[in-house]
């Protein structure tokens, strides 16, 4: 059985920073994908980012670009999303997701995801 646990979440002021960790249980990679999702109220779920496991191609979305950066520690079955210069509109609930499928990178922000965490909030104050 697969699981996906995030740690991290928080409150942090405008500017601040960030880091949310998530370990997968139950799932080897390969050649798959693990990443994040995120869910502000009264908003659709958006794709934020996500890693290749085998090569480490990171994809971002535009509105995270250049602030958040993803990591991944291949021994601890965990990705990390830092997030820097956060802003309130980066407020809402952040899901963990991972895929087996060798999916190329420039689809990683379109495709469906197998296996979802219970997501974390994070909540960036003015």
């Known amino acids: 059985q697969v699981h996906l646990v995030e740690t991290g979440g928080g409150s942090v002021q405008a500017g601040g920073s960030l880091r949310l960790s998530c370990t997968a249980s139950?799932?080897?990679?390969?050649?798959?994908?693990m990443g994040w999702f995120r869910q502000a109220p009264g908003k659709e779920r958006e794709f934020v980012g996500a890693i290749k496991w085998l090569t480490g191609v990171t994809v971002f979305s535009n509105s995270v670009k250049g602030r958040f950066f993803i990591s991944k520690d291949n021994d601890k079955n965990t990705v990390s999303l830092q997030m820097n210069s956060l802003k309130p509109e980066d407020t809402a609930v952040y899901y963990c997701?991972?895929?087996?499928?060798?999916?190329?990178?420039?689809?990683?922000?379109?495709?469906?995801?197998?296996?979802w965490g219970q997501g974390t909030q994070v909540t960036v104050s003015s």
């Open positions: 139950g799932l080897t990679f390969g050649r798959g994908t």
């Open positions: 997701v991972a895929d087996r499928g060798s999916t190329p990178s420039q689809h990683l922000a379109n495709m469906p995801y197998d296996y």
